[in-house]
């Protein structure tokens, strides 16, 4: 054992792929309690209720007490930014809309397929993150720990095989696909066998499983899903579809949560998916999660900051490490 053990640590340390996923530290409340708001699929100037989706962010964040903000991708409309230059369009849709008080906080960024149609590097930019210091985009994947929780931030985009066909993506720093999700699917499997976390959440722009319009992403089922099945990840978060959806896996103890909501929704087209739908509503709104070492619960808000379906998770006092 001790000898297998070894020989694979030697393979890892010898494989050119292995990289490290970038991490964020975030400390929870004094309490170990952790509140975060997440919202996808968002930056239109204010319009399509973007700016009402915002208010209620703020309202429920002051509320709540919220510690950070997940972007589930699709941050800028409809090609990204055009460049670490683009500082107007980057104000109007996020600095300028998110005001409130309680939204203050680090927003923690994934990358959607809009962002990549535009300059894919400009949302890791320092310029940007010089406009509005909120702006935590520090790699297309990263990890943020917060203590009970590690949230996994991936790069969707590069999966999905028929934007290789497209000429508008810009895969700078991407190119060749196959290496590229190699290696990020190596290193997440890396930092999953690490993670000391309670919980674990893997966060991508597209859904995983979906019962809204796009649907189930296959390159994710294929390539992604068997390693959060394998490594006890408890959700996994995306947006891409503009609804707010709960699906629970019919074989193994995941949860798909979409939250793409930030926007323009209501497209009133819906996909079959094989999973066992908790729920779904095809309008805006937002999702708020609020996690201690024993107890994970979640609200859904709609634009006018209605609740919309709240679910709990719990942990067996076995499953929670103590450190
Ligand atoms: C914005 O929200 C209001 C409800 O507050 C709704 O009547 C309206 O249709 C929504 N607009 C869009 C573009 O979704
Ligand atoms: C950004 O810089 C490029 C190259 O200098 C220029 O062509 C473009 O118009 C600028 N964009 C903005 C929004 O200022
Ligand atoms: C950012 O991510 C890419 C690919 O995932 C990796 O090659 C690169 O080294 C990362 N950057 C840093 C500064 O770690
Ligand atoms: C990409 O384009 C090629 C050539 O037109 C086609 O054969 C292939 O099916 C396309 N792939 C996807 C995923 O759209
Ligand atoms: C994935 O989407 C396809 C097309 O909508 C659907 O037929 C299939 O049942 C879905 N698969 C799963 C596992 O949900």
């Known amino acids: 054992m001790a000898a297998v053990s070894l020989l694979v640590s030697a393979l890892l340390l010898l494989s050119p792929a292995a990289a490290e996923l970038q991490r964020v530290q975030h400390a929870p409340k004094d309490d170990g309690s952790l509140t975060v708001l997440a919202v996808g699929d968002w930056g239109r100037g204010g319009q399509f209720n973007q700016t009402l989706v915002a208010e209620q962010m ?77 702006w935590t985009s520090v790699n297309k994947s990263f990890i943020v720990e917060a203590e009970i929780v590690d949230f996994f931030l991936v790069d969707t985009s590069p999966f999905v095989l028929k934007y290789w066909n497209e000429s508008k993506f810009d895969w700078r720093n991407v190119a060749p696909r196959d290496t590229y999700i190699a290696n990020l699917v190596e290193d997440l499997e890396d930092a999953l066998t690490e993670s000391k976390a309670t919980w674990k959440i893997v966060v991508g722009h597209h859904p995983i499983s979906s019962g809204c319009e796009h649907g189930n992403t296959t390159e994710l089922r294929e390539h992604l899903l068997p ?70 619960n979640f609200v859904f808000y709609d634009v006018a900051g209605t609740v919309l379906h709240t679910w709990g998770l719990t942990k067996s006092a076995a499953a929670i490490i103590v450190s």
């Not at 950070?68 to 941050?75: C, R």
């Not at 203050?104 to 890791?124: C, F, S």
């Not at 707010?244 to 009133?268: M, Y």
Request: net charge negative; glycine share 10%; proline share 2%.
């Open 58 to 134: 703020g309202v429920v964040g002051e509320k709540v007490s919220a510690d950070f903000i997940i972007s589930t991708g699709d941050n800028f409309y409809d090609d990204g930014l055009s460049g670490d230059n683009d500082t107007a369009f980057f104000k109007a849709s996020f600095t300028d809309i998110y005001t409130a008080d309680s939204l203050q906080k680090p927003w923690y960024i994934v990358l959607g397929n809009h962002d990549y149609t535009g300059d894919a590097l400009a949302q890791q930019s320092a310029a940007i993150r010089e406009v509005d210091s909120r």
């Open 227 to 296: 390693v959060l099945k394998t490594h006890g990840v408890d959700m996994y978060l995306n947006g891409h579809d503009h609804c707010l959806q709960r699906i629970s896996s019919v074989d193994s103890p995941v949860e798909f949560v979409t939250s793409g909501g930030g926007s323009k929704a209501w497209a009133g087209k819906f996909k079959p998916t094989s999973d066992k739908m908790e729920f779904l509503y095809d309008g805006q709104g937002f999702l708020s999660m609020h996690l201690t070492a024993a107890e994970a």
